[in-house]
């Protein structure tokens, strides 16, 4: 049992958990994810480590509710527990001195990209951090994101924060300024991560993207996280989760991606009737 | 006396029934039955069953005890040196193993010598176990990789033997392919977890959700224990690599089997797992695997599951019973066939899949005939689901974060056989990490063997 010791609502339906997890607290590093379960019942899913705190033993995971597990995370109460938590799985990103980087984050992938910005902040990167949302009040983890990066641009797709428009907008703009970049990390929608990698390539400038396929076991044993690579199939859990974006096949993935969308969406109504039920019932 | 010379047949739901259901197919004996079948066994004096038993269960004796109806001695004799008797009943190939020795074989059948284990390990679980009282007699400590039969075996008999023992487990259910892999129609799983608790009741701790290589890793592990057994399987799939095979709808037999058993997809949406069953499935590969996830997936609804291999039904690594169970259920056999390449819809589904037909030629280095390809014998077979279930190999996290530990080029552990040792200090592996996929006795027989080397090892110093 792992029990939440603190929890935030960051933006609607965005959520910040705390879980005492002390030794995935000990061995996670950035880019690293944990595969949960919340109930006896529950599917396994994968979700990033946002942070960890040592001291009290404890990672942090920010996570959308979209989906029926989410939705069941989103409303343990802090001192509940999640019933199943394994990791951290997957390689760590690749954190060097490389110079100046730029890192895009997306929706909640801003969360999965903050620890990787800060540790190559740390190791002496100048780094350029563009952050995405739909509008202002979906922004999550400005401050943090503020405080480790060199310079902060921020796009909203209403334009009620920042520009208004895409973080690829944004991106097209510095990299025109032709300044050198050694290196782009960009973590957020499956969209985003190819629209991003697309806008790069012409630059060469080397663009490392975070895939989230569906899991199942997280460990290399079922398949489900297969990707294409350049031609080759790789496991996104063993050989991942971080690959060169120019490489992916990033098509196939979305597709992937919508496998059980009906049975999503059936469990997700299964569970708003049960609620509603429940409500109607007392 | 006469000997009769068939075995006695054991109880089977009738296919119609069960291709509806996930419940077992083979009843089991009851006492009546089991009777019956132990007057069979001649009780040879040099009981050749014995050699062909991997974990060498004095076979004539418990016969003999059941044949005394002393049940409960029966199992404990069993229970000497097989610590998941309700599952190798169930799942051993008896018919290459004890069976294929047994002397009745001279003139009939042989004794049905795994229904006779099976009766009397679920007559215990019935009644309840008997706890054998252990005294820990050291403050040597053991970790144990894996939690499928080849570590629940090695830290169920280092627990006899007094030690302290950990098992950890990347699951978040012990068990390994017992509870993930073999369907419930085959092995209940409420048959696993009582075998699972048997061994925690004689003292093994089981930590799941920890996964060695990233939780810890192995020379973490080392500074903690005074020996560490790896028994972590061969789970990792295997693909075709052909065009096509990332569509949607083609499952590795693993994540099939995995969502099914563990996750319980087979009750979606009560179970949060979904899986999407075809209407017409194709399974493509020859073997146990190959047969449990077509028999699955006719259970799940399916309306044509046809098994697709390269050779024929001699060649099938199969067990022969598991093949007879299988077209008793109506799966059907597409034989001498290739799979080339898959086909897509607009939205990424499998649609169809080429094959090609084959031949048999010269026998192979696995002694089999080699297929070969027949030129421009290609089709197109429609279908909306494909499970591959060609084989698998062993997972590379271990081989990755672990120093001073040999593997071979297939990723198997390097062990001396007689000891389970590996090429680094304090450390032993067995099962399908060692062998790749192979049986569960097999790997039972090799963590016995570890157990042993290890005692030697830290009470001995050998
Ligand atoms: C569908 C299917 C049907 C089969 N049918 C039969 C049959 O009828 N009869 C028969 O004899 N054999 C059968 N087999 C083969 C048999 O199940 C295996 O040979 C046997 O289970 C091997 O045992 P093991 O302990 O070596 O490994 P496994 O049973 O594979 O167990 C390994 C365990 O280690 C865990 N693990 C892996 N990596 C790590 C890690 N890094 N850290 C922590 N834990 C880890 C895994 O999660 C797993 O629980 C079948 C196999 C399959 C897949
Ligand atoms: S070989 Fe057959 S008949 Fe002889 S002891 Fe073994 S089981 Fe009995
Ligand atoms: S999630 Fe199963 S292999 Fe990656």
Redo the contacts between chains.
């Keep these: 049992m792992y029990k939440i010791f603190k929890k935030i609502e960051l933006a609607p339906e965005v959520k910040l958990i705390e879980v005492y997890a002390p030794l995935i607290a000990q061995k996670a590093k950035p880019g690293q994810f944990v595969i949960l379960r919340v109930s006896e019942k529950g599917e396994r899913i994968p979700l990033t480590i946002a942070d960890t705190n040592l001291f009290k033993g404890s990672i942090t995971i920010v996570f959308q509710e979209v989906g029926k597990t989410t939705k069941l995370l989103g409303k343990l109460k802090e001192g509940e527990n999640i019933i199943d938590l394994v990791g951290p799985l997957g390689n760590p990103s690749e954190i060097e001195n490389f110079g100046t980087i730029i890192g895009v984050g997306g929706g909640v992938g801003i969360a999965a990209l903050y620890p990787i910005l800060k540790a190559l902040k740390e190791k002496g990167n100048y780094v350029i951090s563009i952050l995405g949302a739909r509008s202002k009040n979906y922004l999550i983890f400005r401050n943090e994101i503020e405080r480790i990066s060199d310079e902060l641009y921020l796009a909203t797709d209403d334009g009620s924060l920042g520009y208004k428009g895409f973080v690829s907008d944004v991106l097209k703009n510095i990299l025109d300024l032709g300044k050198k970049i050694s290196r782009i990390w960009a973590v957020g929608p499956t969209i985003m991560m190819k629209v991003i990698s697309e806008l790069t390539k012409p630059y060469g400038i080397k663009t490392i993207v975070s895939l989230n396929p569906i899991m199942v076991d997280g460990t290399g044993m079922c398949g489900g996280c297969r990707v294409t690579i350049g031609n080759k199939t790789m496991f996104t859990c063993v050989d991942g989760p971080e690959f060169d974006g120019h490489l992916v096949n990033f098509d196939e993935l979305l597709l992937r991606l919508k496998t059980y969308k009906e049975e999503e969406q059936l469990a997700l109504k299964l569970l708003e009737e049960g609620e509603e039920f429940k409500i109607a019932s007392k | 006396m006469l000997v009769n010379k068939k075995k006695t047949p054991i109880p089977e739901q009738d296919p119609k029934e069960r291709i509806k259901n996930f419940d077992e197919v083979a009843l089991g004996y009851d006492s009546e039955l089991a009777l019956k079948e132990a007057e069979r066994c001649l009780q040879c004096k040099d009981a050749p069953c014995i050699k062909g038993c991997p974990v060498n269960i004095n076979i004539p004796e418990f016969i003999r005890l059941i044949k005394e109806k002393k049940f409960d001695l029966a199992i404990k004799k069993i229970k000497e040196a097989d610590n998941l008797p309700a599952t190798t009943g169930r799942v051993c190939p008896q018919e290459t193993q004890c069976e294929a020795l047994c002397t009745l074989k001279k003139i009939g059948e042989p004794v049905a010598i795994g229904r006779l284990e099976r009766f009397v390990a679920d007559l215990e679980l019935q009644k309840g176990f008997d706890i054998p009282k252990i005294k820990r007699k050291n403050d040597k400590r053991i970790a144990v990789v894996g939690s499928g039969p080849a570590g629940l075996t090695c830290a169920g008999d280092l627990a006899r033997m007094g030690f302290e023992v950990h098992i950890f487990e990347?699951?978040?259910e012990p068990g390994g392919v017992l509870i993930y892999g073999i369907p419930e129609f085959r092995l209940p799983k409420k048959i696993v977890k009582a075998e699972v608790e048997y061994i925690k009741s004689l003292g093994v701790k089981i930590f799941?959700?920890?996964?060695i290589g990233?939780?810890?890793t192995v020379d973490e592990l080392l500074k903690e224990y005074d020996a560490v057994f790896i028994g972590t399987g061969a789970?990792?799939?295997q693909?075709l690599?052909i065009p096509g095979?990332?569509l949607?709808g083609i499952?590795?037999a693993?994540?099939f089997l995995?969502?099914v058993n563990l996750?319980?997809a087979y009750?979606?949406?009560?179970?949060?797992?979904?899986i999407?069953i075809g209407k017409i499935v194709g399974v493509i590969g020859g073997g146990n695997v190959a047969m449990d996830a077509a028999r699955t997936v006719l259970r799940l609804g399916a309306e044509e599951v046809h098994i697709l291999y390269r050779r024929t039904e001699e060649e099938m690594p199969a067990r022969y019973e598991e093949i007879i169970h299988a077209k008793e259920e109506g799966i059907i056999f597409d034989l001498l066939v290739s799979p080339i390449r898959f086909i897509g819809d607009e939205?990424?589904k499998v649609k169809a899949i080429e094959l090609q037909r084959m031949t048999l030629g010269e026998p192979d280095s696995s002694g089999r005939r080699r297929p070969i390809p027949i030129p421009e014998s290609n089709y197109i077979f429609p279908l909306d689901m494909v499970i591959v279930a060609i084989g698998t190999v062993p997972?590379?996290?271990i081989a990755r974060t672990t120093k001073d530990l040999a593997f071979t080029k297939h990723g198997t552990i390097v062990i001396d056989e007689k000891t389970g040792k590996t090429t680094k200090d304090r450390v032993f592996a067995g099962g399908d990490i060692v062998t790749g996929s192979a049986t569960v006795i097999s790997a039972m027989g090799a963590g016995k063997i570890s157990a042993r080397s290890i005692e030697l090892l830290l009470n001995h110093n050998l």
Aim: net charge positive.
């Design positions: 990347a699951f978040h799941t959700n920890v996964v990233r939780t810890y789970g990792t799939p693909f690599n095979e990332n949607i499952y590795s693993n994540e995995t969502r996750m319980k009750k979606f949406p009560e179970y949060d797992t979904p999407k939205k990424g997972n590379p996290l």
